[in-house]
């Protein structure tokens, strides 16, 4: 498996500066545009265009709260398919099923209501969110795949309230 982390030159971490990503990204991608070996033997132009999508994907994957803290997981030998059939507590479920009914019925919300709604979901992926950092940064994997898990569930409902949230304007 491909360490995303060693591609950019950073050490395996939850917390990352998305300036420096984006500046190394930016550095590689220079050195390995297919472009700049369109005058180069097939093999480079070949080699150019994986390298330049290997680090499309590192960048996607290390840009993304929920896929970065997912490939932290997987360093560590955690299978995400089979993580993901874990079940959440039936309590964070029930909560998540209730958030979500409240998303579908986004555009019939008053301005206060929708807006409560909208700070309740991100709030909530805001301590997930740092729940795993915490965890993961403490060295417990077994606490950071249970909050890892929560948190994919709500970059989910994140994910549907964004569209519900552009069906209104």
Known sequence: MANYFQSFDLTPSFALDEAALEARYEQLMVLCHPDKFAGAATFEQRAAAKRAADINEAYGVLG??????????????IDLQELERQPASPEFLFEQMMLRERVQDFESLSGRNASALISDIESTYSETQNAFADHYDRGDITGACAKWVEFHFQQKLLDELVRAQRQVV
Do not use: K, W
Request: proline share 0%; charged share 20%; no cysteine.
């Open 64 to 77: 993304h709260a929920v896929r970065r803290a997912g490939h932290l997981l997987e360093l560590h030998g």
